[in-house]
């Protein structure tokens, strides 16, 4: 192969008191030989995180002092990366087996601004990742259940979306660096439809890869508690105070 089919990869991921979750996700990443170093940030105290001793040497972590939002946690993780791909990783992701080979070379051949798998539940069932730019209309749409915004997965191979969620994204460490990382004016939500606009807006695609599939179980936290809701609607606001009449066509 040449020395770019195997490209160093540096994982970030963020643990808010989830360490058994994490921990397994270190044992999946472990077997992954294309992650050249994994920071975790603990955002919240808690105990030591397993690891296993072949990802050890690979592992950096970040102890908060005070908790930060997703966009934060994630680009304080990226001052560590000196790999030419940086990868985001919600910590309730776990593997099937190693994506990052795949998704590497899909994201080279295409000139990708950022690609994402296919997501799955644990039931099997395929996760709504890929979605339409929000508008007013498709949230019309989706509250009184037309529509839910998701763009179908299932038969079609690498595709062009409007963006994909953050819970597993792969990033040209270089690119990441030119946007300037995550918008850490939106603290838990919108964060990822924010880099995708702008990543498109700079003439930069965002790829959806369903052919390399990983297993999200997801929480749903601003469905049940209001503290969440309101994060999730301050963060939708902002992003159409940001975006509103410019989304890429």
């Known amino acids: ?3 770019y089919a195997r490209p160093p990869i540096t994982a970030s991921v963020v ?5 058994k979750l994490v921990a397994g996700l270190l044992r999946d990443l472990a077997l992954c030989p294309d992650v050249s170093a994994v920071v975790l940030t603990q955002n919240v105290p808690e105990d030591d995180i397993p690891c296993p001793e072949s990802l050890r040497s690979r592992l950096r972590v970040i102890r908060n002092e005070t908790p930060l939002g997703f966009a934060a946690n994630h680009n304080q993780a990226f001052r560590f990366c000196e790999s030419p791909m940086f990868a ?3 910590p309730d992701i776990r593997l099937t087996g ?4 795949q998704l590497a070379l899909a994201l080279k051949m295409t000139g990708g601004g950022v690609i994402a798998p296919a ?4 039931d099997g069932g395929l996760e709504d990742s890929a979605r339409y ?3 007013l209309s498709r949230l019309l749409f989706k509250l009184v259940g037309l529509s839910d915004g998701r763009i179908a997965t299932e038969l079609i191979a690498q595709q062009d979306i409007d963006w994909a969620a953050g819970m597993f994204l792969l990033f040209p460490a270089e690119t990441f660096r030119e946007i300037g990382g995550f918008d850490e004016g939106f603290f838990l939500y919108y964060e990822d439809v924010d880099i995708c606009t702008r990543l498109w807006r700079s003439g930069r695609r965002v790829i959806l890869h369903p052919g390399v599939t990983v297993i999200h179980a997801a929480q749903r936290a601003s469905r049940s508690n209001l503290r969440y809701m309101k994060w999730h609607v301050y963060s939708m606001v902002r992003y159409f105070i940001k975006h509103a009449w410019r989304l890429p066509r």
Request: glycine share 10%; no cysteine; hydrophobic share 30%.
């Open 1 to 3: 192969m040449t020395e």
């Open 15 to 19: 643990s808010h008191g989830q360490g």
């Open 98 to 101: 190693d994506p990052f080979l």
């Open 88 to 90: 985001v990783l919600n």
């Open 119 to 122: 997501v799955r539940n644990p």
């Open 133 to 135: 730019f929000p508008t």
